[in-house]
């Protein structure tokens, strides 16, 4: 009897054994964290024993603040040429290495998504010396063109600054993009090709009939993650700027929360700008999601 209880409640115990760790670590390190960073933006903070109670202060303060507003407009303004640009760029890339009639695929498709590889330090450390003024690979690239290019001072003109970024973030990530784009290709069933173009139909009208609606669940899906992924903006202006850059050109939402938190010492506010960061993004992400149709059945 003593066996088969113990053996019955091994049974019975041994899902719940399994899922633990899970569990144990998901509170640990997310559901808690989560939890006390609500409680934190409803504080005060000029340390870890210093604060007081202010209720929706923070949240009050910051929707009112000139300094956040234009964080949300720099990292708007980014997140729309981000995904603009980078989504057509991976597509195209991933049509063009998805062809029979381009030799070594294999390798550019490799040298394409290596750039995402090193990640955003290393990248942004490349991107100082190849935009460095005049002696810039990129500046006497463009200089060759048109000699008063060579003079643009990319790191210190506010246009030019953001351009910058949004070319080290391209750079990045279109290769990373191509590689969903060309899973998305393949599994385009080749019979749709083979009717259309009995159909009379060209490479365009195959592209735009077949090739579109085959992958478009992988296309919501890259305009939905690059568009996250925009709004955390923060490790290249961070790294190619040393900050929010000339006349807070880059200052994006993220570096708007470091400095609250890590520069001013305000854990608290840092908690706030976080969790209207998570609600801006989970509004966009929702109306992205409702424009695009994602979930209904075709047809309907």
């Known amino acids: 009897m003593t066996r088969q209880r113990l053996w019955t409640f091994q049974h019975r115990a041994a899902p719940y054994l399994f899922v633990a760790p899970f569990l144990i670590l998901f509170c640990v390190f997310m559901l808690y964290p989560l939890g006390r960073s609500v409680t934190l933006s409803l504080y005060r903070s000029a340390g870890p024993r210093a604060q007081e109670y202010i209720g929706l202060g923070h949240y009050a303060f910051f929707l009112s603040d000139a300094r956040f507003w234009t964080a949300v407009t720099n990292t708007v303004m980014y997140t729309v040429a981000?995904?603009?640009?980078?989504?057509?760029?991976?597509?195209?890339?991933?049509?063009?290495l998805n062809s029979q009639r381009v030799r070594l695929r294999n390798v550019f498709r490799f040298a394409f998504f290596a750039p995402h590889l090193v990640g955003n330090v290393f990248v942004g450390v490349i991107f100082i010396v190849l935009l460095a003024q005049r002696h810039g690979l990129i500046p006497k690239a463009l200089g060759a063109i048109y000699s008063p290019w060579l003079e643009i001072n990319w790191l210190n003109d506010p246009t030019w600054a953001r351009i910058a970024i949004l070319m080290a973030a391209l750079w990045l990530s279109v290769g990373w993009g191509m590689i969903y784009f060309l899973a998305?290709?393949?599994t385009v069933d080749r019979e749709l090709y083979e009717a259309a173009e009995v159909d009379g139909a060209g490479r365009w009208s195959?592209?735009?009939?077949?090739?579109l609606p085959g992958i478009r669940p992988v296309f919501i899906f890259m305009v939905l993650i690059g568009t996250i992924g925009a709004f955390q903006l923060f490790e290249l202006p961070y790294i190619i700027l040393g900050g929010p850059g000339p006349a807070e050109s880059a200052l994006t939402i993220v570096m708007f929360l470091f400095q609250q938190g890590f520069e001013m010492g305000d854990i608290g506010a840092a908690s706030a700008i976080g969790w209207l960061l998570v609600f801006m993004i989970?509004?966009?992400?929702?109306?992205?999601?409702k424009l695009s149709?994602?979930?209904?059945?075709?047809?309907?």
């Open 184 to 186: 998305a290709l393949q």
């Open 293 to 300: 149709g994602f979930g209904k059945e075709e047809g309907r």
């Open 282 to 289: 989970l509004v966009i992400s929702l109306l992205q999601l």
């Open 206 to 211: 195959q592209f735009w009939h077949v090739t």
């Open 82 to 96: 981000f995904v603009g640009l980078q989504v057509p760029a991976s597509l195209a890339l991933a049509v063009l």
